[in-house]
């Protein structure tokens, strides 16, 4: 068994490995969703802790030593998801909303609107993917599974007011998976401190 040789690159890709690697076995238990959902949880919470862009910064010190890519996922923070290297193939299929009450959760949800309508920007997607594979809330749609629901709590001046949550078609956000890990592969270069 090798040693990683770091949470930020390293890691990712071998979850990302994994998933290509077993998807076939996957399906054919209909354990697909389930290898995705685990690698995912992996690949992007270890990943944005460490970094600290969406928080605090990470007692590993991951943020400076890979101070390049932290950067970079920082100045896109503001950036529309249609403008960024994540960009749905198909933003018409990702769905999102801001309902006030959880009220049972999706099914009661009535105001999915499409991202090809209103664009968002990359610090809230991954916020909210994030959050949701951390604490989970995530729900799924479909038998067979065809849709991930993400959901987090949603903050005016640290007061919660609702909830923010990311509707997904399950190949939409397999394809945004392969993209984080391709981004945190091309552009985290580590430098010595």
């Known amino acids: 068994m090798s040693a ?11 979850c990302l490995d994994l998933l290509k690697s077993f998807e076939f076995e996957a399906r ?45 996922l920082k100045n896109m923070a503001s950036v529309l998801l249609s403008k ?31 991202f090809a309508d209103e ?8 916020s909210t993917i994030r959050n949701a594979l951390a604490h989970g809330n995530l729900y799924t749609e479909g038998n067979p599974i065809r849709s991930l629901v993400f959901w987090s709590e949603r903050y005016e001046d640290e007061l919660m007011v609702g909830y923010k949550f990311i509707k997904v078609p399950v190949e939409d956000f397999r394809s945004f998976l392969v993209s984080w890990v391709e981004f945190l592969r ?6 010595q401190i």
């Open 84 to 114: 960024s290297i994540f960009a749905p193939e198909h933003p018409e299929n990702w769905l999102y909303g801001k309902p006030d009450q959880f009220n049972g959760g999706p099914d009661s949800w009535n105001d999915f609107k499409s």
């Open 4 to 14: 990683y040789r770091d949470f930020i690159t390293d890691f990712p890709d071998r």
């Open 119 to 126: 664009d968002h920007c990359v610090s809230c997607i991954l």
């Open 186 to 191: 091309n552009n985290a270069k580590p430098i």
């Open 28 to 72: 054919m238990r209909d354990r697909e969703v389930t290898l995705l959902l685990m690698t995912a949880a992996t690949a992007f919470v270890i990943t944005l802790e460490r970094l600290g862009v969406l928080g605090k910064k990470h007692s590993t010190g991951d943020n400076e030593k890979f101070k390049e890519v932290a950067s970079r």
